[in-house]
T-cell receptor
Framework: GENVEQHPSTLSVQEGDSAVIKCTYS??????FPWYKQELGKRPQLIID?????GEKKDQRIAVTLNKTAKHFSLHITETQPEDSAVYFC????????????FGAGTTVTVRA | DGGITQSPKYLFRKEGQNVTLSCEQN?????MYWYRQDPGQGLRLIYY???????QKGDIAEGYSVSREKKESFPLTVTSAQKNPTAFYLC????????????FGQGTRLTVV
């Protein structure tokens, strides 16, 4: 089955700096890679996703890149703000005939003012 | 508010007792999931279901059971066979399974006393 590894487990950045979180996956058949943000005491919510036919996707200060050959994908947050402080999870799935959605262990991001 | 509801929010169980966590969605989603969240271990998949009357084991199914008798409902039973049941449990649903956004419930915190 799919195994998703996520690094680092914690990340502290100065406000205004960039944050990068990296994930690797094991199943080369995986073709959907979402990122979720979980604020303290709240449910995880999707912030951005990418499919295997795309190498990069941006949404304002957030971007995700995918390297299918190396089987890794990354989340980039630019110009970090205090409200970016949260736990971020990457995930991977193979959407054709198996709905299993596997998550990484999470990264706790702290933005220092 | 996302259309997926878990109840109760907090649950206390005595050792040796079975307990059932409720998950209901009104999003008309086909796929539903149960995850366990422990500090530092991310979201670990317990069970998932793609259609009514069908479900598959996830990565940590031992000591848990589920049913999917209705499209909108996916209850999780934590049995006495689960050795370390104290955790935060999250239910999720998605429209077409692994290739689309998963919506999470607000979670149930189970404590064994």
């Amino acid at each position: 089955g799919e195994n998703v590894e996520q690094h680092p487990s914690t990340l502290s950045v100065q406000e205004g700096d960039s944050a990068v979180i990296k994930c690797t996956y094991s199943d080369s058949a995986s073709n959907y890679f979402p990122w979720y943000k979980q604020e303290l005491g709240k449910r995880p919510q999707l912030i951005i996703d990418i499919r295997s036919n795309v190498g990069e996707k941006k949404d304002q200060r957030i971007a995700v890149t995918l390297n299918k050959t190396a089987k890794h994908f990354s989340l980039h947050i630019t110009e970090t703000q205090p409200e970016d402080s949260a736990v971020y999870f990457c995930a991977a799935s193979f959407s054709s005939n198996d709905y299993k959605l596997s998550f990484g262990a999470g990264t706790t991001v702290t933005v220092r003012a | 508010d996302g259309g997926i509801t878990q109840s109760p929010k907090y649950l206390f169980r005595k050792e040796g007792q079975n307990v059932t966590l409720s998950c209901e969605q009104n999003l008309n989603h086909d796929a539903m999931y149960w995850y366990r969240q422990d500090p530092g271990q991310g979201l670990r998949l317990i069970y998932y279901s793609q259609i009514v009357n069908d479900f598959q084991k996830g990565d940590i199914a031992e000591g848990y059971s589920v049913s999917r008798e209705k499209k909108e409902s996916f209850p999780l039973t934590v049995t006495s066979a689960q050795k370390n049941p104290t955790a935060f449990y999250l239910c999720a649903s998605s429209n077409q399974g692994g290739g689309t956004e998963a919506f999470f419930g607000q979670g149930t915190r189970l404590t064994v006393v």
